[in-house]
């Protein structure tokens, strides 16, 4: 049987981190890469550009979708940060552009998109529930993407509903935040209840994986499953165990 020890200095990196008002980003991306072909300024974590370019491609996108925002470092948070202030005001900046280290971009884990038209604002692209954009939307999930912040869960997210704004946590964990329309932070919490005497099973086109949470500092077993971990940035991990069969 093989074991993996699970060290708490490895909880604030993965594809589930949890980045938030409450907690903020405590790691930097390792793999950055151009989110879509032809717009070089913007990046993403290489795992999340793949599966983003297969959604433009199963939706034949093609040039109707463009990315607005990436990857940001720290000082360039904290230069949109400051300029909204100036510009917008506090109320504005606070629904919608997050503190320096407290912003999902920081990850390189998400990304703004916009409908191509010639004025695409940078802090609220329109991204409609209608046509090319909902098709993104729907197909997302399957890929490993969520709509980050929903309407009707600013109080849990603590970011006012921003249609554009979508966050790669990687499949099947897309899935079940899709089905259930949870947050990812209700999708953390809701983890936790699952250990792996008795995880969470989820299964889709044939494909089936265990889903445990695991406090920091616990040795777990994988067996012979391929075994995917990620923290979730506040207390522990997330545990992937891939090819259990359906009982
Ligand atoms: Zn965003």
């Given at each position: 049987?093989?074991?993996?020890?699970?060290?708490?200095?490895e909880?604030?990196?993965?594809?589930?981190?949890?980045?938030?008002?409450?907690?903020?980003?405590?790691?930097?991306?390792?793999?950055?890469?151009?989110?879509?072909?032809?717009?070089?300024?913007?990046?993403?974590?290489?795992?999340?550009?793949?599966?983003?370019?297969?959604?433009?491609?199963?939706?034949?996108?093609?040039?109707?979708?463009?990315?607005?925002?990436?990857?940001?470092?720290?000082?360039?948070?904290?230069?949109?940060?400051?300029?909204s202030?100036?510009?917008?005001?506090?109320?504005f900046?606070?629904?919608?552009?997050?503190?320096?280290?407290?912003?999902?971009?920081?990850?390189?884990?998400?990304?703004?998109?916009?409908?191509?038209?010639?004025?695409?604002?940078?802090?609220?692209?329109?991204?409609?529930?209608?046509?090319?954009?909902?098709?993104?939307?729907?197909?997302?999930?399957?890929?490993?993407?969520?709509?980050?912040?929903?309407?009707?869960?600013?109080?849990?997210?603590?970011?006012?509903?921003?249609?554009?704004?979508?966050?790669?946590?990687?499949?099947?964990?897309?899935?079940?935040?899709?089905?259930?329309?949870?947050t990812?932070?209700?999708?953390?919490?809701?983890?936790?209840?699952?250990?792996?005497?008795?995880?969470?099973?989820?299964?889709?086109?044939?494909?089936?994986?265990?889903?445990?949470?695991?406090?920091?500092?616990?040795?777990?077993?994988?067996?012979?499953?391929?075994?995917q971990?990620?923290?979730?940035?506040?207390?522990?991990f997330?545990?992937?165990?891939?090819?259990?069969?359906?009982?």
């Open positions: 049987m093989k074991t993996v020890v699970l060290e708490r200095n909880i604030y990196t993965g594809s589930l981190i949890l980045v938030n008002a409450e907690y903020p980003l405590r790691s930097t991306p390792t793999d950055l890469a151009p989110a879509v072909t032809g717009f070089a300024d913007i990046s993403m974590e290489r795992c999340a550009v793949e599966q983003l370019q297969l959604i433009l491609d199963e939706i034949g996108a093609g040039n109707m979708i463009v990315p607005v925002s990436g990857y940001r470092s720290k000082a360039e948070q904290t230069a949109i940060y400051e300029n202030l100036k510009q917008n005001g506090p109320d900046t606070q629904k919608y552009v997050a503190l320096p280290d407290h912003s999902e971009h920081q990850t390189g884990l998400a990304i703004d998109l916009a409908l191509n038209t010639d004025n695409i604002d940078f802090i609220r692209p329109d991204f409609p529930y209608s046509g090319i954009c909902e098709e993104f939307r729907k197909a997302a999930p399957e890929f490993g993407f969520i709509e980050r912040y929903p309407a009707g869960k600013e109080n849990i997210t603590g970011i006012a509903h921003e249609p554009w704004h979508f966050r790669y946590v990687g499949f099947p964990h897309s899935m079940i935040i899709a089905e259930k329309e949870f990812l932070e209700e999708y953390t919490e809701y983890i936790k209840s699952f250990r792996q005497e008795c995880p969470l099973s989820y299964s889709h086109k044939g494909i089936a994986a265990e889903i445990f949470y695991a406090p920091a500092e616990t040795e777990i077993s994988v067996n012979n499953a391929v075994c971990v990620s923290g979730n940035n506040t207390d522990g997330v545990v992937t165990l891939w090819g259990y069969k359906n009982a």
